[in-house]
């Protein structure tokens, strides 16, 4: 059957090249280890190591990655003896087409992989592979009698391929390890019998019941008074985290106390964890400009080497005097070592994919690698200020009503009518009033976006918003809005001011440290929000933000970023509500708070919080700024290498050994330096 080559959206290849064999390779080893079910770690792992029954399943994994090296071991081994019995223990039976046979024997354990990969991508159409360039240069060494060379540079490609392998591996595990937190199995109440089930047919409503050390498998609200979890998994955070009843508690925590019980609210294929494991698992589809560039590059780089090969060894007929073949082809062949792209091929995509894995482990999420990039060169960070900067949960400082209105008349009315939004203002106010009175009556009810709500209640049309919802229906007020530094919620019924109820957020914690690194990297900040102004100046003051807008509605935010972009200034913006999701999708970078965060806003967004602490947005923007500083790394490396050698190579002052160093050797130290930002602190 004909092939046909397989692309992405941005024009990438995916089949018959040097990347899709080792993603192929790393995949499936990932898929056969033993290690797919085990979920140790750290103290654990220390626990496991006496017990015989979990050492095989490590020593299993050690076993697959040994095979992977036992072709360039048995290659190795026949190499050293052929060189000994060349130059340090000379036999009179080892010359001519035993000596040959020799180095052949010692050759094929690696080359012949790498030859069959050569004809079957020009079977399909792919000609100038790494495959084929490393073929023909070791082929060629060969055909001119240098066959401790021609063994040499296939063996050390071939030792340089399965390092690759097992750092795509090792990354990739990582970020599944860290992410696929979900047990297979929950403990279900059933008429109060404890039974196990898997976790994927647990039915929304079903209670969990969790013991101490065990891990959540679905998303759920808290039965029990209270409960400590450690959120690590999901946030990066290892401070534990207490839960009271009715709070929302999500897949992938442990809980660290006692024996808990949990209502599933959600199934498990769309747990917050599964979405998050989804969209990491994604990412690496969403190639960055680099990547990009780097593959479009090879793509035209390498006919362009096989053609300058050719031309090292054939023109010089036509000038040198002393035109010698084999000398001019060693060169040529030289240059072809030097040329294979497989240091910028490999190491690059890596070293993005260990950006999003150093990423996930702090608890951000990257939904592509263009996304790291992007975020290391942002200028402008504009972010909304509740569930953003502040806690987002509110309290009611003082109720400010009318006398002419019964007071808990009118208050019952308020917090059945906000029982309708999922608002934290709606919370405040319930957990001021109490339990809503089921005799209040309403009819209509209408949210009105950046206004607040409308309902009829006993013939009479109830507001509950702020003072531009009173406006919009024509109500008069005698007081000053901006006159009160708290948020205020207006009341009006039957068209007549009635009053109002104050209520207050309190800024987080690592608010005011977000601010300050976000100054250090010289990004411009600025705040946005529908609540009323003076508690947005009021905020802003307190954390050094010089420009701050508050009364704002959904359009008039896309606006103030539309402003901004038309200075040609890149911007990122961080929310968490529904109505920030528009202006999510605008910006340059969305940023979700994940935590607290609007599935909307969630979907919309590019990078995802997890933890809902702004302290991570400088954290994202660093880890971006190392990822491609490493990236930036490899490129110079990898072309500053080759050129020297390539000049040398072709003015015949290189010999084979330099470029086996060249290729493979720049190759790995290009894969250490991308694996190495999966260690680092941020």
Same mark, same amino acid.
């Given at each position: ?293 780097i593959r479009k590059f ?141 005799s209040i009556t309403l ?30 229906? !024509?109500? #008069?007020?005698?007081i000053d809005p901006a006159? @009160? %530094?708290?948020?205020? &919620?207006?009341? +009006?019924?039957?068209? *007549? ?122 954290? !994202?923007? #660093? ?6 500083? @490493? %990236?930036?790394?490899? &490129?110079?490396? +990898?072309?500053?290498? *080759? ?40």
């Amino acid at each position: 059957m004909e092939h046909t080559h397989q692309y992405d959206e941005q024009g990438k290849q995916l089949c018959c090249t040097e990347e899709a064999k080792i993603n192929n390779t790393a995949n499936a080893l990932i898929k056969n280890s033993p290690m797919k079910s085990c979920s140790c770690s750290g103290d654990d792992q220390d626990q496991h190591t006496n017990d015989d029954s979990h050492d095989h399943d490590h020593a299993s994994e050690d076993g697959n990655n040994i095979r992977l090296f036992l072709p360039a071991a048995l290659s190795f081994v026949a190499l050293l003896i052929a060189i000994a019995l060349d130059n340090y223990f000379p036999q009179t039976w080892f010359t001519g087409w035993v000596r040959i046979g020799w180095y052949v024997a010692a050759y094929l354990p690696v080359g012949l992989p790498v030859l069959k990969e050569a004809v079957e991508s020009i079977v399909k159409g792919e000609v100038f592979s790494e495959f084929l360039l490393m073929g023909i240069a070791t082929i060629g060494a060969f055909a001119i009698g240098e066959y401790p060379e021609g063994v040499a540079v296939m063996l050390f490609y071939s030792v340089g391929e399965v390092f690759q392998t097992l750092a795509v591996k090792r990354a990739k595990t990582n970020i599944k390890t860290l992410l696929d937190q979900r047990p297979d199995e929950v403990t279900v109440l059933r008429n109060n019998q404890a039974m196990t089930l898997k976790a994927e047919t647990v039915s929304i409503g079903d209670i969990i019941q969790l013991k101490a050390g065990e891990k959540l498998g679905l998303d759920g609200e808290l039965l029990s008074e209270t409960a400590s979890f450690n959120t690590a998994a999901l946030t990066g955070e290892s401070k534990p985290d207490t839960k009271t009843k009715g709070d929302s508690v999500l897949a992938g925590m442990i809980n660290l106390n006692a024996v808990s019980q949990v209502r599933v609210t959600t199934a498990y294929t769309d747990s917050k964890l599964s979405r998050i494991l989804e969209l990491v698992q994604n990412a690496a589809a969403q190639k960055a400009p680099t990547e990009l560039f780097i593959r479009k590059f090879a793509k035209i780089y390498t006919p362009i080497v096989v053609a300058l090969a050719v031309a090292i060894c054939v023109v010089p007929y036509v000038f040198v005097e002393t035109y010698v073949f084999s000398e001019w082809l060693y060169r040529a062949l030289i240059f072809l070592v030097i040329s294979c792209p497989c240091a910028l091929v490999i190491s690059i995509p890596l070293g993005y994919f260990g950006g999003i894995g150093a990423a996930s482990r702090n608890g951000i999420l990257f939904k592509g690698s263009n996304f790291l990039d992007t975020i290391s060169t942002i200028q402008n960070v504009v972010m909304d200020k509740t569930g953003t900067m502040t806690e987002g949960v509110f309290k009611v400082q003082e109720v400010n009503l009318k006398p002419e209105f019964n007071r808990d008349e009118i208050l019952k009315m308020v917090n059945a009518l906000e029982s309708q939004s999922t608002h934290p203002v709606a919370t405040a106010i319930h957990q001021y009033v109490g339990d809503i009175d089921s005799s209040i009556t309403l009819n209509n009810v209408e949210e009105i976006s950046g206004h607040g709500l409308k309902a009829d209640v006993n013939g009479k049309v109830l507001l509950v918003g702020n003072f531009r919802l009173l406006d919009k229906f !024509a109500v #008069a007020y005698d007081i000053d809005p901006a006159s @009160i %530094v708290y948020t205020v &919620i207006a009341i +009006a019924y039957d068209h *007549k001011f009635a009053g109002y109820i104050t209520i207050a957020d309190s800024i987080k914690e690592d608010a005011q440290l977000t601010i300050d690194t976000l100054k250090q990297l010289g990004v411009n900040i600025t705040m946005l929000s529908g609540d009323k102004n003076s508690v947005v100046q009021f905020v802003a003051q307190k954390l050094g933000i010089a420009n701050a807008f508050g009364d704002l509605l959904p359009e008039d935010k896309v606006n103030k970023v539309k402003e901004i972009k038309a200075r040609n200034e890149t911007v990122a913006f961080v929310g968490d509500g529904v109505n920030d999701a528009p202006v999510v999708a605008l910006s340059d970078v969305g940023i979700a708070m994940g935590g607290l965060g609007s599935d909307a806003t969630i979907e919309t967004a590019d990078v995802v919080i997890q933890d809902d602490k702004p302290s991570k947005i400088p954290t !994202a923007i #660093a880890i971006g700024k190392q990822t491609k500083r @490493i %990236v930036w790394q490899n &490129i110079s490396l +990898a072309f500053g290498v *080759k050129a020297i050698v390539l000049i040398l190579g072709a003015g015949g002052l290189a010999t084979m050994w330099e470029a086996v160093f060249a290729d493979v050797g720049v190759a790995l130290l290009a894969i250490l330096n991308a694996v190495r930002i999966q260690r680092m602190k941020f």
